[in-house]
């Protein structure tokens, strides 16, 4: 250390003169990058980490701001990701919300303290208790079910009735999964096991994980691509990729086929995008304007004809094309326990090595 | 009196070992966090994953090599040693599969053949309308467009050492009645196997880092891997454990690659160098190399970029060229500027001392430096996340995280121009500044700092479009709502929006063929 010691101030002015240039360059140049950060701070603009796909939110969030002029910026990323990201940025988020396609990782959210409670008149009115979190930290804006989507050319939809039916080796090389990193996989594998325990569950999976062989999708849409095709006959997916296939190519082979509705069975699984305040955003009274925007009947009508998912207000009705709501029942499991069922679901996703 | 050389060392010398702590303290962060996790991890991932991904890591990286080896070493071999009209036009042509990253020619295959593509339809016509082609979601899809992608690295060093190679060897071996064939076995093969095992050797380092085609081909690698790791789970202890396998075996590779090539160094000792002599080819011959030719340009290059093309000019693609992507373009256009400028800055102190005073810890900080080398993109955004979580949270979600996880990555690439740069000037004209009376800062200003600065440029603009491209490192550690363009293909992309993708796409292949250009024209000439 003492040879160095009597060189510090030869190398703060060697420093000065040769560096100091290119690292004032450097700054400026990061310093432009970091500006368009700041200008998130601004009054009038809300930022939103959001864990669906951009196509899907961004028209809604569109409409907000031509209401209200408060501009959302979005930054659209896994939604585990997110929450990674909000516990390492904890005081400093620039996140005035976080919105995903899972409960579960929600209450996780809640959990770790990173969401706000909240208190207001308007949440208990429009949405359920069953479709929100005890404290309002997080409440549910459109629900959806973990369907199967078959080809009508290549399957009857009486040869199964469950999802667990999918583990049969009747349908090995025929069917298409999501990887086991999307949360609603996550989501709808804790279902299963707290509705048929442990050791049935992971049976299902490694009947799956065979089945399906090199079939495992990133996205949603592709599964229902691949169905729609004849690539493979059956799929998992969220019953709003169907719909959303069949608006623009009406005359795909595709149906759905609500799973696990049998006396006695589990019932359809389900999951809801939800949303929720930061703990530390500093513009809560615009995010505020938000969710009441997306829980009052008109942005749930617009969440219902856009995404065509089921709206979560008992008054707003799913579009017509949907399976209709009472027609079919939902899984006894609530939404509140999927974040404590994660953990072991994750294990157990492993053990069985799902890709 | 002191010298120059003695009055810059110490301080750069901090520098330099500056330097090298920033590369290898977030790396030994992560080897520690991996080697202190619950042994528990250990054995579940070594009883579910780990088999299966070393497999399919291993058996790609080799298949994609051999098939390297057929299609560069045969290129190689035709352009240089016959003669065909157009000859110096497809010499070239071999080399622009480098200008498009591997995750814009695997997002144009997903499309040439995919279920119901063009390549199935067509296939369909012959052998009937059930027939099936090989799946671009499979192990051999994965290996045909890894390989189309990387084959110009071995091309370009076979090429280079049979243009060197003596020809007085295989003439040699001729006249003692060996025949054509077994000479180019016996003799020619042989002697450019150093050559080749390089090439082969980017290669597979190329393959076992990739992120953007086995990602969009959905095939598992280690490199995948941990990249899932990251994102679906939240602790990163299991990435970390991924990430040391990998570097554990990029590393393996290097040293095997190293030892093999040290066994089999070939000097000319005496004699004159004779450059081959071109064998005139008949119309025949002709005919069927250049069909050959086409055949290669047009499946690595020509046809990805014509749908590029097409696809950018398509309705759907026109409508989404507005002020947000021109904000991509500028997003990626300031990291990477920002990154080739940091890169230059911390790696000059480095390759200084490196050339002009080649001790052991100067020499062990450049090492240091080569580390990203073996680093996958995935691999340095979790060193650089983990160790900032732990010591400056503070800085998690800016830019600069993301600049200093560039730096590690492609510090290797701007190197390899700013050393050589500076070797080769040699200390004397510093000297002599000196001893004409110019000062230290001067002899810096006026002498060293212009001879180096075509290096200087070069590696700039090399580490530039480097990061442009990037996508893994970019996908972990970018800021808010800050989109680039490599970000912006492989969204659309991996949802198969084709059209959407390509505009974005194409701009980054356009302006990587500068770089081609830039990085070739060195080898290019010595040749």
């Known amino acids: 250390m003492t040879i160095y010691l009597d060189q510090l101030c030869p190398l703060a002015a060697q420093i000065h003169r040769r560096l100091m240039p290119g690292l004032l360059t450097l700054l400026l140049v990061l310093g432009s990058i970091l500006a368009p950060l700041a200008s998130s701070f601004a009054a009038d603009k809300l930022v939103v980490y959001s864990g669906r796909a951009e196509r899907l939110i961004k028209p809604v969030f569109d409409a907000f701001t031509a209401k209200t002029g408060i501009q959302v910026d979005l930054l659209s990323s896994g939604t585990t990701e997110l929450v990674n990201r909000l516990k390492a940025e904890g005081d400093r988020t620039p996140a005035d919300l976080l919105l995903t396609n899972d409960a579960g990782s929600l209450e996780l959210a809640r959990g770790a303290g990173l969401l706000r409670p909240l208190n207001m008149r308007e949440i208990e009115r429009a949405i359920p208790p069953q479709f929100r979190a005890a404290d309002n930290s997080w409440v549910g804006i459109s629900g959806r079910f973990w369907i199967i989507v078959y080809n009508t050319t290549m399957v009857k939809p009486d040869q199964l009735s469950s999802l667990l039916d999918l583990a049969q080796p009747q349908w090995k090389d025929k069917i298409a999964i999501p990887n086991s990193g999307s949360e609603y996989l996550q989501a709808g594998v804790s279902v299963i096991r707290a509705s048929h325990g442990d050791e049935r569950t992971k049976k299902f999976l490694e009947g799956l994980r065979d089945n399906a062989g090199s079939q495992v999708y990133q996205k949603s849409s592709q599964i229902v691509d691949a169905v729609a095709k004849g690539q493979v006959a059956l799929g998992i997916v969220n019953h709003y990729y169907v719909y959303r296939h069949l608006a623009t190519q009406p005359t795909a082979p595709l149906a759905v086929l609500m799973p696990d509705q049998k006396d006695g069975a589990m019932g359809a699984i389900m999951n809801v995008t939800g949303i929720g305040i930061t703990k530390s955003s500093t513009h809560v009274e615009n995010a505020k304007l938000l969710i009441e925007f997306l829980i009052a009947q008109a942005g749930q009508k617009m969440f219902a004809d856009l995404d065509k998912e089921y709206p979560l207000h008992p008054e707003v009705k799913a579009n017509p094309a949907l399976v209709d709501r009472k027609s079919f029942r939902a899984a006894l499991v609530p939404l509140t326990r999927l974040a404590e069922l994660r953990e072991p679901t994750l294990t157990l996703i492993e053990q069985v090595g799902l890709r | 009196m002191t010298t120059l050389r003695q009055q810059l060392a110490s301080p750069l010398q901090l520098a330099a070992l500056a330097t090298a702590g920033l590369i290898l303290l977030p790396l030994g962060y992560v080897t520690i966090l991996a080697l202190s996790a619950d042994p528990a991890v250990w054995s579940r991932l070594w009883a579910t994953r780990i088999p299966e991904l070393l497999f399919n890591t291993i058996t790609l990286a080799g298949a994609v090599a051999a098939l390297t080896v057929i299609l560069g070493v045969s290129t190689a071999w035709l352009v240089t040693r016959f003669d065909f009209p157009g000859r110096r036009l497809w010499e070239a042509a071999l080399i622009l599969p480098l200008a498009m990253p591997t995750y814009v020619l695997a997002y144009v295959y997903t499309y040439l053949l995919g279920f119901g593509g063009p390549a199935e339809r067509l296939w369909q016509l012959w052998a009937g309308p059930q027939a099936r082609i090989l799946s671009p979601h499979s192990f051999w899809g994965t290996t045909l467009v890894m390989a189309l992608d990387t084959f110009p690295f071995v091309y370009l060093l076979t090429r280079s050492a049979l243009l060197s190679l003596n020809v007085s060897f295989e ?58 790791q990251m994102t679906g789970r939240s602790d990163n202890t299991a990435a970390s454990i991924l990430s040391v396998l990998l570097v554990v075996l990029a590393l393996l590779f290097l040293v095997t690659e190293r030892w093999f090539r040290q066994r089999s160094r070939f000097y000319q000792t005496a004699g004159r160098y004779r450059p081959p002599q071109r064998v005139r080819c008949s119309w025949l011959g002709t005919a069927s190399i250049t069909a050959l030719m086409s055949l290669i340009v047009a499946v690595s290059f020509g046809i990805p970029a014509y749908l590029l093309v097409t696809w950018s000019l398509s309705p759907e693609a026109q409508a989404i060229l507005d002020s947000r992507f021109y904000g991509f373009i500028w997003n990626s256009a300031l990291l990477a500027a920002a990154a080739a400028t940091a890169g230059v800055i911390v790696g000059l102190p480095l390759a200084y001392l490196a050339s002009r005073r080649p001790t052991a810890l100067t020499i062990g900080c450049l090492q240091a430096a080569y580390a990203g080398y073996v680093l996958p993109g995935p691999v340095a955004a979790l060193a650089v996340l983990v160790l900032c979580l732990k010591i400056a949270p503070v800085l998690y979600g800016t830019a600069l995280l993301l600049v200093i996880a560039y730096v590690i990555h492609f510090l290797p690439a701007g190197l390899q121009s700013l050393e050589p740069a500076l070797q080769q000037i040699s200390p004397n004209l510093e000297e002599a500044a000196r001893t004409l009376g110019l000062g230290v800062r001067e002899t810096w200003r006026r002498v060293t700092l212009p001879l180096i600065r075509n290096g200087f440029v070069v590696a700039w603009v090399l580490m530039f479009l480097q990061t442009m491209k990037e996508l893994p490192a970019t996908l972990l550690l970018r800021p808010v709502g800050f989109d680039t363009l490599a970000i912006r293909v492989w969204l659309e992309a991996s949802e198969e929006y084709f059209q959407l993708a390509a505009p974005a796409a194409l701009l980054i292949v356009l302006l990587s063929l500068p770089a081609l250009f830039l990085l070739v024209s060195k080898d290019w000439r010595a040749a």
């Open chain 2, 171 to 228: 003439e040699v071996s001729r006249v003692c009645g060996v025949s054509r064939l077994m000479t180019l076995w016996r003799v020619t093969l042989p002697l450019m196997r150093p050559s080749i095992a390089a090439g082969v050797a980017l290669v597979i380092l190329y393959v076992v880092s990739d992120f953007g085609a086995v990602s969009l081909l959905r095939y598992q690698t280690l490199t995948y891997a941990v990249f899932q």
